[in-house]
C-alpha cells in the first residue's frame, strides 16, 4: 500500500511519467486501492494518462505476471477516447464476461470511432468462448446481438462494420454467412479484405474457392489475408500457391504463406519450410523456422519437436 501511495503523490506532484519499476504497483488492484487511484487519475494531465496506459499494455504483453485489469476498466470510463481505446485493447486476455455488456455499450453508443472498432475486435473472443461453450448462452447472446446491429448499420463507419463482421465469423449460421459474402462482393477493397479473414476464421473449407481467387490480387493486403485463410482453412490443394507466395514482393505476404504452410501440413509444406529455413534474409528464415515447428507440432511426431528444442537448447548453452 505505501509503494502505491508514493507513486500516486510523485503522479500529482510531478506530472510526469513514471518509472517502469513504479508502474508494477499497479498491478493487481484491488478494490480499496483501486478507489484511490481513481481519484488521483482523473487529476491528471490528458497526455500523461494516455502514456501510462499505452505503456502498460506494453507490460501486460511482454509480462504474464503482471495485471492491469483493474485499471484498464477505470480507462474505459476515461473522458478520452485515445484511453478509452487503449484500455479495451488492454482487456485483452480478460475473460470476465461481466465486460461483455460494457463492451457491447462501447461499440454501440460510443462517439470515438476508434473506441467502437476496438470494441468490435474484442467482443470477438466471447464470441468464441460462446462457440465453445466455455461461457452461458445469455453472454454471448449479448455479444452477438451487439456485433450485429453493428455490421448491418448502414450508417455505421465501415471501419467498424468491418470489425464487427470479423468477430462474429466465429459463428456458422447463414446470417454470418450472408454477411460474408456481401462484404466479399462489395467494392470496397477494406470490406472484401474483412471478408476474407471472416472466411478464414469460420473453419468453413465452403469458403475454399473464394479464399484461393484472392490469392495473387493486386492488393497486398488481400493477398496476406487469403494466405492466412487458405491455412487456418488448412486447404492442402493451396500449398503451390503458398510456395509461389512465399516469394511475393511483399514480405507480410511472404510470411502469411509460410505460416500458412505450417497449418497445413504434409510433406510437401515440410520440404518448402526446409528450403526456406535456409534463406538468406533472416526475417524470412525465422518465419519458415516457426511455421515448421507448427507444422511438427500439429501434424507430426511431438517427440521430433522436443529433440530438436533439446539439440538449440544445447547450441545456445555452449
Known amino acids: 500500500m505505501e509503494l502505491l501511495d508514493t507513486l500516486l503523490n510523485e503522479l500529482q506532484e510531478n506530472l510526469e511519467m513514471p518509472s517502469q519499476a513504479s508502474l508494477y504497483h499497479l498491478s493487481g488492484l484491488d478494490n480499496r486501492d483501486l478507489v484511490r487511484v481513481r481519484k488521483a487519475w482523473r487529476r491528471l494531465p490528458t497526455e500523461l494518462r494516455q502514456k501510462m496506459m499505452a505503456r502498460l499494455v506494453e507490460l501486460a504483453e511482454a509480462d504474464f505476471e503482471v495485471n492491469f485489469d483493474a485499471l484498464f476498466r477505470l480507462g474505459l470510463e476515461d473522458e478520452d477516447p485515445t484511453v478509452r481505446t487503449v484500455s479495451v485493447e488492454g482487456l485483452w486476455e480478460d475473460e470476465d464476461v461481466c465486460l461483455i455488456p460494457i ?135 493451396a500449398v503451390p500457391e503458398m510456395e509461389e507466395l512465399a516469394d511475393d514482393a511483399d514480405p507480410e505476404v511472404q510470411e502469411a504463406a509460410l505460416w500458412a504452410l505450417g497449418q497445413i501440413g504434409g510433406d510437401q509444406a515440410r520440404k518448402i519450410l526446409e528450403r526456406y529455413c535456409l534463406a538468406e534474409d533472416e526475417a524470412i528464415q525465422t518465419a519458415a523456422e516457426a511455421a515448421l515447428d507448427e507444422l511438427e507440432f500439429l501434424h507430426g511426431d511431438l517427440s521430433d519437436v522436443f529433440v530438436r528444442l533439446i539439440e538449440d537448447q544445447g547450441v545456445a548453452s555452449s
Not at 453508443?109 to 472498432?117: G, M, P, T
Not at 474484442?122 to 445469455?138: D, H, Q
Not at 446481438?145 to 465501415?158: K, P, R
Open 103 to 237: 463492451l457491447a455499450a462501447r461499440l454501440l453508443e460510443d462517439e470515438s470511432l476508434d473506441v467502437r472498432a476496438a470494441a468490435a475486435i474484442s467482443l470477438g473472443r466471447f464470441i468464441l468462448m460462446g462457440e465453445l461453450k466455455k461461457i452461458r448462452p445469455e453472454p454471448s447472446t449479448t455479444a452477438y446481438e451487439a456485433l450485429l446491429t453493428a455490421c448491418q448499420d448502414v450508417d455505421e463507419h465501415m471501419e467498424v462494420r468491418r470489425r464487427a463482421l470479423e468477430s462474429l465469423a466465429y459463428l456458422g449460421n447463414e446470417t454470418v454467412a450472408e454477411l460474408i459474402r456481401e462484404a466479399y462482393e462489395a467494392r470496397d477493397v477494406q470490406l472484401r479484405v474483412s471478408a476474407v479473414f471472416a472466411m478464414g476464421r469460420t473453419a468453413d473449407t465452403g469458403w475454399a474457392n473464394q479464399v484461393r481467387q484472392e490469392l495473387f490480387r493486386p492488393e497486398p493486403e488481400l493477398r496476406y489475408e487469403a494466405a492466412r485463410a487458405c491455412g487456418e482453412l488448412q486447404l492442402r490443394d
